[in-house]
């Protein structure tokens, strides 16, 4: 069986309800919602949350009803890490069946696309890593343009290299961890306590699929080229 989850909460300090707020046609979170619905290789779909009219939009869709996540689980300090092993757990006992495959994807990266989730999964099941995160090429580098003060507050880079690397190209490979799909191990989710307590590998998205809204600059920009998604 292959999971796949969304995790919203009710609140958020960014977008107040951003997750039902329509954009482009839809409420945000049924874009995500709708690709692990229509998705042929997922075999149960279900919405972690702590707002009871989420919970029924997602029902109401096709979504397992698993209930109101706990209260613990429900402020803004609650891990993600927390929110899917406690949906794993749920799952699980509801279907009476255990997870081969995990998926999550962040409701406020509607971007995505339906291939991007199968290329996840194939990645998965091909490398066969602890698990897979979507990622992106970092726009600046830790190596070459990202710099923190001393302690005397001078400017420094922030991961210097003794050959003081002078242009981008000569710098070390990084990522930016783009909050947007994840392919997981069940037993790893089981057996860890955080993302990066395994071997994780990156699925690389191209940065326009990457856009994660968080306020109301954000929603506009990700509405506008979904519009021009749309038309093109």
Not at 181 to 192: E, F, G, Q, S
Request: proline residues 6%; charged residues 25%.
């Amino acid at each position: 069986m292959i999971i796949g989850h969304i995790g919203v909460r009710a609140g958020s300090k960014g977008l107040s309800g951003k997750n039902m707020r329509e954009i482009n046609g839809k409420p945000l979170l049924q874009w995500s919602l709708d690709q692990l619905l229509d998705h042929p290789q997922i075999d149960c779909v279900v919405v972690s949350t702590d707002g009871q009219d989420y919970l029924d939009f997602a029902v109401s869709k096709g979504a397992l009803d698993i209930g109101l996540r706990p209260a613990y689980l429900a402020s803004d300090t609650a891990s993600k890490w927390n929110v899917w092993e406690h949906a794993l757990e749920a799952v699980e006992q509801k279907t009476g069946q255990v997870a081969d495959i995990f998926v999550d994807l962040d409701a406020t990266s509607p971007l995505r696309i339906p291939q991007d989730i199968t290329d996840a999964i194939n990645l998965y099941q091909t490398q066969s890593p602890d698990m897979v995160m979507s990622c992106t090429d970092a726009r600046k580098n830790p190596y070459f343009n990202l710099v923190e003060p001393d302690a005397t507050g001078a400017l420094q880079v922030s991961k210097p290299l003794p050959n003081k690397v002078v242009a981008r190209q000569q710098a070390p490979v990084v990522y930016e961890h783009a909050a947007s799909t994840y392919v997981l191990d069940p037993d790893y989710l089981r057996r860890a306590s955080s993302l990066f307590d395994g071997r994780v590998i990156p699925y690389l998205m191209p940065a326009g699929r990457c856009f994660d809204i968080d306020s109301p600059e954000d929603f506009e920009y990700v509405e506008f080229l979904m519009k021009k998604r749309a038309q093109a």
